[in-house]
């Protein structure tokens, strides 16, 4: 029997990279006041460390945008699924600067997530595997070169947001693609196939992340799709489902292949994808529910204080529905024990040595 699921996603939430790419109606461009405005919150912020505590959505008014503010907040969510926000000038904001004004925008979206064991909430891509080695001991966002189409772990990330810091000398685009068309597509074309994502897929942490979490580090079958509460939601994580394989915890099925190949080659086909250069002082916030993210491969500078950098933050959205607890793979618990560590850890530093 053919696979059908028990919904297909249809509206502004399925689009292609390719119909994209002829407008700019998803850039939003900050005017004359709101630049105004964001230059007062800095002045009150600028001796803060953007590091540090978070920006809070009534340090950082955005008074001047808010109607537009409440249209992409409803375009994020059930629309198109992202926005870039382009204005900015880079040469004005030192880093630090640039990190406080981009924590006072996503609190204007939801509420900042930790990122990892080291508390960081404002997180930094960077690739450094040249420093950190062992690959065992990075994430994916810690090295260079080209990244599929994927998601963040789901459960409680809502909203993965990036804000480009410095360039590669060449390539690097920013890659996302509507996850519901894909889904869409291979309804179509391999509707057998699409049912393997139903099903799920074994993924496995890396030790590193699990010891941390104080959780093993084999996660077990997650769905790729699941459709709960008026939502469907992807969870694709194709980095953890490879390590589940690499360390003998699964096999991956000649069918499951073939799903994973169909589902890869469309969602980084030229024509799915959209490809933009996110430039100094631009930033962009992306559905991590229904919007696939990747990474165009680029040549480095060698000194690592000019590498391609860009600024992270995971934001949760309380008003969204919750994500189904089978794709819910990083959960408030896991980030309350990194707080609790990376709380013990500042604690144990001496001042001179942090």
Known sequence: MTFQPSYRP??????????LVRTDDW??????ATLEEIDAAVSRLRRRSAYDAPVAREEFPLTTMADDLARMRHEIATGRGFFVFRGLDRDRYSDNELGLIFRGFGAHFGHELTQSAFGDRLG???????????????RGYQSGGFQTAHTDPSGEVGIVAMLSLKMAMAGGESLIASAHTVHNMLLDWCPDLLGEFYKGFVLRRPEADAERMGRPALIGNI?????????????????YMRRAVEHGDTTISPKQEAALGAFVAISNHPDVMLKMMLEPGDFQFINNRTILHGRAGFEDHAAKDQRRHLYRLWLNVPQWPRMPASQSTLVAADMARWDAMAAQHRAATPAWAS
């Open 10 to 19: 249809n509206g502004r939430s399925v689009w292609l990279g390719k119909d």
């Open 223 to 239: 769905p790729c799709f699941a459709y709960e509460n008026g939502w469907l939601n992807c969870d694709f994580q194709h980095g």
């Open 27 to 32: 850039i939003v461009r900050l005017s004359p």
């Open 124 to 138: 930094d891509i960077r690739d450094i595997s040249d420093i950190l080695a062992d690959r065992s001991k990075r």
